[in-house]
């Protein structure tokens, strides 16, 4: 498994750690290396972001996001890999002192590196958004399971435990989605 993270600008390796963590997440979790740099994980979560601008680039071309124009789309797609790398670093900050009140032992690298990993299904999550209310609610119930995977596989945590946290915070995204 480790070998998928080797050359990390690879693009066959990209796609088969694309492949591994969404069709045997709790495997790619248990074997992902705690140690070396964030390189890995950076460029797979610009590569993220480049594919989930990519997806939303097409869906305002196809105006199943009729209030994008040409432009903001364009934009979203240039921007998209970035935003995602610049949102991770903070958003792994967060995350590695809620694992850590949870009993994680693990350190902001591997925090940063699990939801760089989780970013996979973000194209998949920008399709659904066409989907109303059903498509949010999907997605965000994806990424609480891989959020939970993570929990156990990575930081040795109770898979009760983190269900009740990961499964109310998206409950708690969904209905702000709702009201905003």
Same mark, same amino acid.
């Given at each position: 498994?480790?070998?998928?993270?080797?050359?990390?600008?690879?693009?066959?390796?990209?796609?088969?750690?694309?492949?591994?963590?969404?069709?045997?997440?709790?495997?790619?979790?248990?074997?992902?290396?705690?140690?070396?740099?964030?390189?890995?994980?950076?460029?797979?979560?610009?590569?993220?972001?480049?594919?989930?601008?990519?997806?939303?680039?097409?869906?305002?071309?196809?105006?199943?996001?009729?209030? *994008?124009?040409?432009? *903001?789309?364009?934009?979203?797609?240039?921007?998209?890999?970035?935003?995602?790398?610049?949102?991770?670093?903070?958003?792994?900050?967060?995350?590695?002192?809620?694992?850590?009140?949870?009993?994680?032992?693990?350190?902001?690298?591997?925090?940063?590196?699990?939801?760089?990993?989780?970013?996979?299904?973000?194209?998949?999550?920008?399709?659904?958004?066409?989907?109303?209310?059903?498509?949010?609610?999907?997605?965000?119930?994806?990424?609480?399971?891989?959020?939970?995977?993570?929990?156990?596989?990575?930081?040795?945590?109770?898979?009760?435990?983190?269900?009740?946290?990961?499964?109310?915070?998206?409950?708690?995204?969904?209905?702000?989605?709702?009201?905003?």
């Amino acid at each position: 498994m480790s070998q998928s993270l080797e050359n990390p600008v690879d693009p066959g390796r990209i796609f088969q750690t694309y492949a591994q963590v969404l069709t045997n997440p709790s495997g790619f979790f248990r074997h992902l290396p705690l140690g070396g740099g964030l390189q890995p994980a950076i460029v797979f979560l610009g590569v993220s972001g480049l594919l989930s601008g990519l997806a939303y680039f097409v869906l305002a071309m196809l105006s199943f996001k009729p209030y *994008q124009s040409m432009g *903001q789309a364009l934009f979203g797609l240039l921007v998209s890999p970035l935003a995602f790398i610049l949102l991770t670093f903070v958003s792994a900050a967060v995350i590695n002192i809620l694992w850590r009140f949870m009993g994680s032992g693990q350190n902001y690298r591997t925090a940063f590196a699990c939801l760089a990993y989780i970013s996979a299904i973000s194209p998949f999550s920008t399709l659904l958004s066409v989907v109303p209310l059903a498509g949010s609610l999907v997605a965000l119930a994806w990424g609480a399971q891989l959020m939970v995977v993570a929990s156990v596989e990575v930081h040795g945590l109770s898979r009760k435990n983190a269900w009740l946290v990961f499964g109310v915070l998206g409950a708690v995204f969904y209905l702000l989605g709702l009201l905003g």
